[in-house]
C-alpha cells in the first residue's frame, strides 16, 4: 500500500527527505529530529515511494499553483482605444447617477471588457504589454503534483505569498541519489611537485612570521 504524502507533517517530510540521502533509517530519524527511532520506523516508506515524492515535486510545472500573467487593459479593446468599462461597472454607475439625479456616464470605449483577454499589441496606451498580475491557483483544485509542489501561504506586507518547495534542492537530492554527483575527488598514487615550496612558522606569540622559501632543486 502507498502513502498519501500529503498528510505527512513537516518533520515526517523531514524524516524523508533525510532517508534518500543515504537510505540510512537511523540516521535520517536522527537528523528529522527524532527522539525516538520506533516513531520514524512507523512510517517506513520504502525507497521507490520516497523517490516518486521527490520526482514530483521537482517536475512539477510551477504554473499549476502560482501564474504570472499580462492580461488586456482597460483600452486595449475599447472603442477607439477608449477607457472600457465592464458591463456589471457600467449598470451598476448609470444606477448611482440615477439615484443622485446625475447625468448617465460616459461610454466612448464602450462596455465588455474582459481581464481574461491577451493585451491588444495595437494598443496605443499600454503598446501591447497589457497589465501584470499575480494568479494563484485554487488550492482545493490542485492536481496531484501541485499539491505536493505546494508549500502554502504566508501572510506578508504586500499580502499573501504562495510557497514551493525548493525544486532545485529536490533534483539535487535525488542526484545524490542516484549516484550523480560526488562530494570529493579522490586520487590514487602520490603527486609529485617541482615547484617551490612555502614554509610560515611563528617564533613565539609576539613574532613576526618568518616565511622560508625552500627549492625541491636545491638551487
Known sequence: MGYDFRL????????????????????????????????????????????????AIAT????????YRRTACRYCYGTNYRYQWTDAEYERACEEAAKRSWPQPVQSGGVGYSRDRDPNPACPECKGEGKGEIHAQDTRKMGEGAKMLYAGVKAGRDGLEMKTHDQVKVLELLGRHLGMFKDKVEHSGEIASNGPTLN?????????PQQVVQDPQGA
Not at 39 to 49: C, G, Y
Not at 60 to 67: A, C
Not at 200 to 208: D, F, H, M, N, S
Open 60 to 67: 512539477t510545472d510551477v504554473n499549476e499553483v502560482v501564474q
Open 8 to 55: 505527512f507533517t513537516g518533520k515526517q517530510r523531514k524524516f524523508a527527505e533525510e532517508y534518500v540521502l543515504d537510505l540510512n533509517m537511523t540516521a535520517a530519524a536522527r537528523r528529522a529530529g527524532y527522539a525516538v527511532e520506533k516513531r520514524a520506523k512507523r512510517l517506513e516508506p520504502t525507497q521507490d515511494e520516497v523517490v516518486a515524492r521527490l520526482w
Open 200 to 208: 610560515v612558522t611563528l617564533a613565539g606569540a609576539t613574532a613576526t
